[in-house]
C-alpha cells in the first residue's frame, strides 16, 4: 500500500491520481492502528509519530526542536549533511514534517551545491520531473 501511495501521489510512472493516493494513505492508516491496537494487546511497547506544523516544529521545546533549529542552521552555513538530512525530511514528510517537494528541492539543491552526489542525484530527480522547481529534464540531466 506504501509504494502504491508514493506512486499515485507524485505520479511515478503511473499517472498522479491524489484521489487513489488518499486511498492508500487511509488503507495505511487503518493498517497502522490495527498493528498499534494489536501490539496494545500483547503488552507491547510502540511510538506513534504526531504530524506537526513547521512553525511547531521549530518553536518546538526540547532535543527535536533543538534539532530541527540546528539543522537549519547548518543548512544555510552550508553543512550539506544538514541540508540533505532536511531535504529528505520535506520530501517525504518524515519527523514530523509536512511533505513540501519546494523545500526539499531547495534543501537539496544547497546540499547539492555543496559538492553531495546524492543530494544532486534527488535535485536532479525532482528537477526532471518538476516537483518543487519547474520542470527541466535537460537541466536535471546536466
Given at each position: 500500500a506504501l509504494a502504491f501511495?508514493?506512486?499515485?501521489a507524485t505520479g511515478s510512472d503511473i499517472p498522479e491520481d491524489c484521489e487513489s493516493a488518499l486511498v492508500y494513505?487511509?488503507?495505511?492508516a487503518l493498517e497502522a492502528h490495527e498493528t498499534m491496537n494489536n501490539l496494545t494487546l500483547h503488552n507491547v511497547w510502540a511510538e506513534t509519530v504526531k504530524l506537526s506544523s513547521e512553525k511547531e516544529l521549530f518553536d518546538q521545546e526540547g532535543e527535536a526542536g533543538l534539532q530541527h533549529r540546528r539543522n537549519v542552521e547548518l543548512a544555510v552555513e552550508g553543512d550539506t549533511e544538514a541540508a540533505?538530512?532536511?531535504?529528505?525530511?520535506h520530501l517525504?514528510?518524515?519527523?514530523?514534517?509536512?511533505?513540501?517537494?519546494?523545500?526539499?528541492?531547495e534543501f537539496y539543491q544547497r546540499a547539492a551545491d555543496g559538492g553531495d552526489k546524492q543530494a544532486m542525484h534527488e535535485a536532479a530527480l525532482l528537477k526532471i520531473d518538476g516537483?518543487?522547481?519547474p520542470k527541466d529534464e535537460k537541466g536535471g540531466v546536466e
Open positions: 501511495r508514493h506512486r499515485f494513505y487511509e488503507r495505511l540533505k538530512k532536511l531535504g529528505t525530511q517525504y514528510g518524515a519527523q514530523g514534517r509536512k511533505k513540501d517537494l519546494n523545500k526539499a528541492f516537483h518543487g522547481t
